[in-house]
């Protein structure tokens, strides 16, 4: 019983030593100021070689940074310089942070701006589209409006001229009134327009105020009438074309007609075909040698748009 007691407690002696040690080995360890934490022991009691990790290769470039004066801190731009060199693509600095930043950054505003553009672009292309095919049908509508509107079928209603004009006219003497232009136009049938005498050519033409489209032309001569005569039109009464040229008339009567327009004498000049402003009788030769000229009333036809069609 004596000896069972003395190896209890030999044994609990030995197991408080042998903590003691553990405790005092580990407290070493850790208050080592400089552990030699990359190398261990072989064997044969030689280093081990170091390992070529990425991890070293980033502390290989650390060291090289620091060795040539190169701050991390101040100078983020020569680290990222320094991590492309020594090959660390693992190495996560404040620079590459940035740089990353930037280039993702970059490149989400590029495909912004590229995507806003297309867009843009893209807009403007059916903008573009929509404006123009709107402008062109705009554009064809009209084209027909105006077709439509100038392109009519001749119609025949009977001018009221603005003014007549003439080469000439008697003046008022012994026992005779003036014979003005203006009387060949007056709807009158008992007032007449008479040129100087024995004067050739001698002309009158009247004034529609605007081009218009002439079909017919009427004429009741007095009977110093023409005998050869043209039908002419012109746009500026200085320029003048011939729509009809008579020769031998002998037609006119030297009393005014109670018949007026219907009168037999009246000279109907019909399926004529001109555009303008002013129509012109122009006499080249008299029916009374020791006369003029004289009409009791003229008038035309047609439409008043000159763009009609026939």
């Given amino acids: 019983m004596g000896r069972s007691s003395a190896s209890v ?14 405790c005092s080995l580990i407290n070493l360890d850790e208050l080592d100021p400089a552990p030699m934490a990359s190398k261990s022991d ?26 040539a004066g190169d701050d991390a801190l101040g100078a983020p731009g020569d680290d990222v310089v320094e991590d492309e060199a020594s090959g660390d693509n693992d190495a ?33 292309a059916s903008g573009a589209a929509s404006g123009s095919a709107s402008g062109a049908a705009s554009g064809s509508a009209n084209d027909a409006g105006s077709d439509a509107g100038d392109g009519h079928k001749c119609g025949s209603t009977v001018f009221t001229p ?26 009158d049938f008992t007032t007449r327009w008479g040129s100087a005498l024995m004067v050739d050519p001698s002309w009158i033409y009247l004034d529609f105020g605007a081009p218009v489209f002439v ?30 040229a008579l020769t031998g008339n002998a037609v006119g009567i030297a009393t005014p007609t109670t018949m ?51």
């Fill in 92 to 124: 996560t600095s404040p620079a590459d942070v940035s740089a990353s930043g930037s280039a993702t950054g970059g490149s989400g505003n590029a495909s912004g701006s590229a995507s806003g553009a297309a867009s843009g672009m893209s807009g403007s």
């Fill in 215 to 244: 079909s017919e032309v009427d004429i009741l001569w007095q009977n110093a009438c023409a005998v050869n005569y043209d039908i002419d039109i012109s746009s500026d009464a200085t320029h003048w074309t011939v729509m009809k």
């Fill in 162 to 187: 603005k003014a007549a004009v003439a080469s000439s006219f008697q003046p008022a003497g012994a026992g005779n009134v003036a014979l003005p232009a203006n009387l060949a136009i007056d709807g």
């Fill in 42 to 67: 072989d064997s044969s009691g030689n280093d081990a070689p170091e390992e070529t990790t990425s991890d070293d290769s980033s502390d290989v470039a650390s060291s090289v940074a620091l060795e």
């Fill in 260 to 310: 007026g327009w219907n009168s037999p004498d009246v000279l109907r000049y019909t399926g004529l075909s001109g555009r303008g402003r002013y129509v012109r009788i122009n006499g080249t030769t008299r029916c009374l040698a020791m006369y003029g000229y004289s009409i009791w009333e003229v008038r035309a036809s047609g439409d008043a748009d000159s763009n009609c069609t026939m």
């Fill in 9 to 22: 407690t030999a044994a609990i002696a030995a197991l408080g030593l042998a903590t003691l040690y553990a």
